[in-house]
């Protein structure tokens, strides 16, 4: 019955190097999206997957990006050659359903804790 | 392009005192709504979203919100705060059946006691 769980809760990088973030959503949650919160910025999408297929990857900011999930379960975000600007805490959130197919007022989306990125 | 508005950066008001946060949002077609909250060192939770037919939706801790398509404004209210209602909140919109949220800057609420 756990939360949404994302790993490393801090993760702090040299400038070049590459990331990976890992999100377990809550069990049985066919939706997990994955956005970014900067510091002043408030949150960005980033992309949405629905099973494991990800219709609209757009919202990545870069090619340096990537994304993936496996067993329609965990999913991992990955950004390669990380740049200052990177820095952000990088929060996942699933849901029983795409959201916003559904009228069911009881539904809900779940945030993770995130992930706190500092690039060095 | 989609773009989400919130009017107020910080907002400080004293407990009992009514609360509306403006969001304002740019796009032509039918959207989806939503207010989201994050307490201090907690999760982002959903307050409420409109989808459809009434337009004044009622959340969670007796939060609402009006939607307003002529101004395109979807205002989140509360008639009485309270010092535990001290957050960051978060206007957001997706298009129907889309899937790319877009959220606001966030409006920060600080309640006294």
């Known amino acids: 019955g756990a939360g949404v769980s994302q790993s490393p809760s801090n993760k702090v990088t040299e400038k070049g190097k590459d990331v990976e973030l890992r999100c377990d959503p809550i069990s049985g949650h066919t939706a997990l999206y994955w956005y970014r919160q900067s510091l002043g910025q408030g949150l960005e999408f980033l992309i949405y997957f629905q099973g494991n297929s990800a219709p609209d990857k757009s919202g990545l900011p870069s090619d340096r990006f990537s994304a993936e999930r496996t067993g329609g379960s965990v999913s991992t975000l990955t950004i390669q050659r990380t740049q200052q600007e990177d820095s952000a805490v990088y929060l996942c959130?699933?849901?029983?359903?795409?959201?916003?197919?559904?009228?069911?007022?009881?539904?809900?989306?779940?945030f993770g804790p995130g992930t706190r990125l500092t690039v060095l | 392009a989609q773009s989400v508005s919130q009017h107020n950066h910080h907002v400080i008001l004293s407990e009992a005192a009514s609360l509306e946060l403006g969001c304002n949002y740019s796009y032509g077609g039918t959207v989806n709504l939503f207010w989201y909250v994050q307490y201090p060192g907690q999760h982002l939770q959903l307050l409420l979203k409109?989808?459809?037919?009434?337009?004044l939706v009622k959340g969670i801790k007796g939060f609402e919100a009006e939607f307003k398509r002529s101004q395109s404004s979807f205002n989140l209210r509360k008639p009485s705060v309270q010092w535990s209602d001290t957050a960051e909140y978060f206007c957001a919109v997706i298009p129907n059946y889309g899937q790319n949220f877009v959220f606001g800057p966030g409006t920060r609420l600080s309640v006294l006691p």
């Open positions: 959130a699933s849901s029983p359903t795409r959201l916003a197919l559904t009228s069911d007022r009881t539904d809900t989306q779940y």
């Open positions: 409109y989808f459809s037919g009434d337009p």
